[in-house]
């Protein structure tokens, strides 16, 4: 199929599966840890998961599926056509306050994003991109990023970065957070990218982030001028947990140089 016909098939899938989301708020979550007691995945999480792969194998049978809750494919290398799919990112806040999550979706061509979507299904904002025609949120089209500088920026950071941690050194993290305009915190990877990329965030830093949760929203925030990239400066991992900053390209390096001390 070809791209943009793609593009309009996956749209109306996605809103599809944030109706399916939407409609089970009225019955009882089933809720289970994962890797441990604070790593939640739900009954939805799953369903979800398997709703779209069970369309991706219907309706393209030669492509592979990269899911969070490991319905789909095992990827081990990025050749041919890969959907690299989180079906609730922000599960926590899924549970625990019904808002500040998305559907992450990213479709690679041999490693090359080509299409991104986050859909923060509460509030109906839908994020998407096709690999170099811009971003939109719904219908608008968001801006190439403006020229910034650190003390005028907004940081997304979860606070378990700025205490003693074995990834980063920790009062590292404490200089940034003093050194910035301010930091947010959302619990959701997707959405703080989308953030990134409108403009809202100028950076969004995370220790361990796996493809699903950066794969949709990288296409997105490159399409007006974010850098995405590890810890090491080195192209954002689609293959397995990664160290993960996106940001303005004003502040990544600084950021990345000045502030960033891997253990
Ligand atoms: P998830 O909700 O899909 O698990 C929370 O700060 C963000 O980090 C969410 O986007 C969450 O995605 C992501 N994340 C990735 N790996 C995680 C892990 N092992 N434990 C908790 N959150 C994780
Ligand atoms: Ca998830």
């Given at each position: 199929m070809e791209l943009h016909a793609m593009d309009l098939y996956i749209k109306s899938l996605i809103k599809e599966a944030g109706h399916l989301i939407r409609n089970s708020f009225v019955t009882e979550l089933v809720v289970e840890a994962k890797?441990?007691?604070?790593d939640l995945v739900t009954n939805m999480d799953k369903e979800i998961e398997k709703f779209f792969i069970s369309r991706i194998r219907r309706d393209f049978p030669g492509h592979r599926v990269f899911g969070e809750e490991g319905f789909g494919d095992v990827i081990e290398d990025l050749a041919g056509t890969i959907w690299m799919l989180d079906?609730?990112?922000?599960t926590m806040n899924f549970v625990h306050?019904?808002?500040?999550f998305a559907i992450s979706l990213g479709v690679y061509e041999d490693g090359v994003g080509k299409l991104g979507y986050i859909y923060d299904v509460v509030n109906d904002n839908f994020y998407h991109a096709v690999h170099g025609e811009g971003a939109y949120c719904n219908d608008e089209r968001l801006m190439p990023l403006e020229e910034t500088s650190l003390d005028k920026s907004i940081v997304g950071i979860n606070a378990t970065w700025v205490?003693?941690?074995?990834?980063?050194?920790?009062e590292d993290s404490i200089r940034l957070i003093q050194d910035v305009r301010g930091t947010r915190s959302y619990g959701s990877a997707a959405l703080e990218l989308a953030f990134v990329a409108s403009g809202r965030l100028d950076a969004y830093v995370s220790m361990r982030l796996s493809p699903w949760d950066i794969a949709g929203g990288m296409v997105i925030a490159r399409e007006v001028g974010a850098v995405a990239t590890n810890f090491k400066g080195e192209?954002?991992?689609?293959l397995g947990q990664d160290s993960f900053i996106a940001a303005n390209p004003s502040v990544h390096s600084q950021i990345l140089n000045g502030y960033i001390n891997l253990k």
């Open positions: 890797s441990n007691v604070n079906p609730i990112d922000g306050q019904k808002s500040n205490t003693p941690n074995k990834y980063i050194r920790h192209p954002a991992n689609l």
